[in-house]
């Protein structure tokens, strides 16, 4: 059975900084895509980072480049997010994925496991 827990998430001040952990249990994060999604009320969820199954690609939205970063750790079978700089137009549940194999997708219909999700919110 899959199972994606985040952790991480908190109250921080305009410029600060969190990082953001999801532990994946019932698979190998090795050979899945990971995403780290967000949603803010009243908004569409979004993909913010993603790291392809190989390591071989990164994306990231405009909004969170040079200030967010996603790196996985094998040994621990753990994905991060490292969010530098926050901004008020930060503040949302931000919820990791995975996609068996997963390549360059991120829209959300493509990842059929999620976290229960984490709440960020910044202040200004």
Do not use: H
Not at 12 to 20: D, K, M, N, T, Y
Not at 43 to 52: D, G, H, I, N, P
Not at 87 to 98: I, Q, S
């Amino acid at each position: 059975q899959v199972q994606l827990v985040e952790s991480g998430g908190g109250l921080v001040q305009a410029g600060g900084s969190l990082r953001l952990s999801c532990a994946a249990s019932g698979l190998t994060l090795i050979n899945y895509g990971v995403g780290w999604f967000r949603q803010a009320p009243g908004k569409e969820r979004e993909c913010v980072a993603r790291l392809s199954w190989r390591a071989s690609s990164t994306y990231y939205a405009d909004s969170v480049k040079g200030r967010f970063t996603i790196s996985r750790d094998n040994a621990k079978n753990t994905v991060s997010l490292q969010m530098n700089n926050l901004k008020p137009e930060d503040t949302a549940v931000y919820y990791c994925a995975v996609r068996r194999f997963g390549g360059g997708s991120t829209s959300p219909r493509d990842f059929p496991s999620w976290g229960q999700g984490t709440q960020v919110t910044v202040t200004s």
